[in-house]
């Protein structure tokens, strides 16, 4: 199989949702495209840059791999090379509170050093949206894998591969700059 014919082949892997959650796993690929298959993947990654995509890889605790059978146990995924703009969003099926809950979910738990309590999340949200709406878009984190945990909740999977965290926190930390001066 040719080098152009393997880039072919690890987009449409990485495209297809096959699993719960999307992303395919590194010996997955290695196994469909061979032992060079990173190689592959950095191909199809400069291919996607074209169009605003990238291709994510990460571990299971969201960091980047950083040896060889780091690679093979990480996630490779498609994502946007930088954030969407609103048009796009909106076409997501995301509302605005959503996204806002969510941004406000994702900084609290930064912020505190990557975790919070449930009811710390909770008593933010209930300060803008009814307590039930707070509960069900947390739930709804969750099971989309932005967040994790119960009791305490941490980073999800996908916040690591979607969401430019340091990115947010300057932007929030920078709102709450000018809000104060």
């Known amino acids: ?79 946007f090379r930088s954030p969407p703009d609103w048009p796009e969003i909106r076409g997501s099926g995301w509302r605005i509170d959503e996204l806002a809950a969510l941004a406000v979910s994702i900084s609290l738990i930064a912020g505190r050093g990557g975790k919070a309590r449930y009811e710390e999340i909770l008593d933010v949200l209930t300060k803008k949206i009814p307590e039930r709406r707070a509960r069900a878009l947390i739930t709804r984190f969750i099971k989309q894998g932005y967040l994790s945990g119960e009791d305490e909740l941490e980073l999800g999977w996908r916040t690591f591969v979607e969401v430019d965290v340091k990115g947010l926190l300057k932007t929030v930390i920078g709102a709450s700059k000018q809000s104060t001066s």
């Open 1 to 79: 199989m040719e080098i152009q014919d393997k880039v072919k082949r690890a987009a449409h892997i990485l495209m297809l949702r096959s699993h719960s959650k999307p992303g395919v796993r590194g010996w997955e690929l290695r196994r469909a495209l061979g032992d060079e298959y990173i190689k592959i993947i950095d191909l199809l990654d400069k291919e996607l840059s074209d169009i605003g995509l990238r291709v994510a890889i990460k571990t299971e605790k969201g960091d980047e791999p950083s040896s060889k059978d780091d690679y093979d146990d990480s996630f490779f995924f498609v994502t």
